[in-house]
T-cell receptor, first 116, second 112 residues
Framework: AAGVIQSPRHLIKEKRETATLKCYPIPRHDTVYWYQQGPGQDPQFLISFYEKMQSDKGSIPDRFSAQQFSDYHSELNMSSLELGDSALYFC???????????????FGEGSRLTVL | GNSVTQMEGPVTLSEEAFLTINCTYTATGYPSLFWYVQYPGEGLQLLLKATKADDKGSNKGFEATYRKETTSFHLEKGSVQVSDSAVYFCAITGGGADGLTFGKGTHLIIQP
């Protein structure tokens, strides 16, 4: 069965550079969520999109932005990278918003960003 | 805001041992509760869930009961296998937000 696809799987950037992560949800899923997991930390909710509109916002820094496109894939753009941005970034998808209440989130394998 | 506290690992057990991973939470309102598992090199997978008090979630031999009076959702398994080695995350719904609030994860290591 098709799963959530994230790219790239690994990314190395210098401080102050920009990075873009991509997420392709499961077919027919219309909601995408982004999470950040620092080393040894729990995943932190960043932002979510439903039907191409921002649905909810968590602890996403102002330096980051995201959007969901007409094919439902999503991109997370990170600018002025800092060392503390080094983390594993997860994307999850679901059918319908607020299905976090039912736990039916399907996670990708994550994109590991290293900022040097 | 909502928060989740779970026992720190790593937890190392022998095969066929009994497993308990503790999870307690603080939340406004009435959250739903989940356990997610992360196998090496993979994303998070929903293991089980409970949406109201006294509900018992179960899957693959794992169980957890929603205890509202103690705000707990402890994960248990009667006989663990080497293949259960993974990181386990307790999570709750975010108090009206779309996102989930996760605990810090417990690394479980099962030795043959």
């Amino acid at each position: 069965a098709a799963g959530v696809i994230q790219s790239p799987r690994h990314l190395i950037k210098e401080k102050r550079e920009t990075a873009t992560l991509k997420c392709y949800p499961i077919p027919r899923h219309d909601t995408v969520y982004w999470y950040q997991q620092g080393p040894g930390q729990d995943p932190q909710f960043l932002i979510s999109f439903y039907e191409k509109m921002q649905s909810d916002k968590g602890s996403i820094p102002d330096r980051f932005s995201a959007q969901q496109f007409s094919d439902y894939h999503s991109e997370l753009n990170m600018s002025s990278l800092e060392l503390g941005d080094s983390a594993l970034y997860f994307c999850a998808s679901s059918m319908g918003r607020r299905t976090a209440n039912t736990g039916e989130l399907f996670f990708g394998e994550g994109s590991r960003l290293t900022v040097l | 805001g909502n928060s989740v506290t779970q026992m720190e690992g790593p937890v190392t057990l022998s095969e066929e041992a009994f497993l308990t991973i503790n999870c307690t939470y603080t939340a406004t309102g009435y959250p739903s509760l989940f356990w997610y598992v992360q196998y090496p090199g993979e994303g998070l997978q929903l293991l089980l869930k409970a949406t109201k008090a006294d509900d018992k979630g179960s899957n693959k031999g794992f169980e957890a009961t929603y205890r509202k009076e103690t705000t707990s959702f402890h994960l248990e398994k009667g006989s663990v296998q080497v293949s259960d080695s993974a990181v386990y995350f307790c999570a709750i719904t975010g108090g009206g937000a779309d996102g989930l609030t996760f605990g810090k994860g417990t690394h479980l290591i099962i030795q043959p």
